[in-house]
Nanobody, 121 residues
């Protein structure tokens, strides 16, 4: 079955960096787009970033554009999110998600359990 396991969350200071990873199994990783989403305390789920199945193109929410970078290693079945210039408003539970097709345009069908990112001084 599809399994997505996030790691790399933790406490960071404003302006700091963190790198999230997502280990995927149970499906052909290289055939599907992947995404990151987040849920801040008391708020709804927010899509953060998506990447094509072959890594050829990426998309970002305006709130993270220029600060976050999504990438993937299809040989290792792993998705990444490099987060720089972190802000307190980036505090959230971050989820890795498998997309329905090769492009992030069609939505997500599986999610991991999330990794908590806290940005505070």
């Amino acid at each position: 079955q599809v399994q997505l396991v996030e790691s790399g969350g933790g406490l960071a200071q404003p302006g700091g960096s963190l790198r999230l990873s997502c280990a995927a199994s149970g499906f052909t990783f290289s055939s599907y787009a992947m995404s990151w989403a987040r849920q801040a305390p008391g708020k709804g789920l927010e899509w953060v970033s998506g990447i094509y199945s072959d890594g050829s193109d990426t998309y970002y929410a305006d709130s993270v554009k220029g600060r976050f970078t999504i990438s993937r290693d299809n040989a290792k079945n792993t998705l990444y999110l490099q987060m720089n210039s972190l802000k307190p408003e980036d505090t959230a539970l971050y989820y890795c998600a498998k997309d329905i097709k090769w492009s992030p345009d069609y939505g997500m069908d599986y999610w991991g359990k999330g990794t908590l990112v806290t940005v505070s001084s």
